[in-house]
């Protein structure tokens, strides 16, 4: 933490701990230790995509699938109620 906090001020920055998240991303089993007043957490959204610590795809997959599948019940709710094909 010291090291993040000494580059941080060198550069005149200062790190809002209250809003800072942190996600480690590693293949091994060693995991660093946690920065101080930062949250570690197991997922990020990052320009739409979820990015999980442990590489896997799953919640980006299933978050995808649910808003495919609620558009598509909306589509299916307009055509039942007559509107056409074309205004669609």
């Not at 941080?8 to 590693?26: D, M």
């Not at 091994?28 to 320009?47: E, G, Q, T």
């Not at 997959?61 to 669609?88: A, P």
């Amino acid at each position: 933490m010291n090291t993040c906090l000494f580059v941080v001020s060198s550069i005149r920055l200062f790190l809002n701990t209250k809003k800072t998240k942190e996600i480690c991303v590693a293949r091994s089993h060693y995991m660093p230790w946690p920065l101080d007043d930062v949250v570690r957490i197991a997922s990020a959204k990052l320009l739409g995509v979820i990015f999980q610590e442990n590489f896997k795809m799953d919640m980006h997959d299933i978050f995808v699938l649910n808003r495919y599948k609620h558009r598509l019940y909306l589509l299916n709710l307009l055509r039942s109620q007559g509107l056409c094909t074309v205004q669609l």
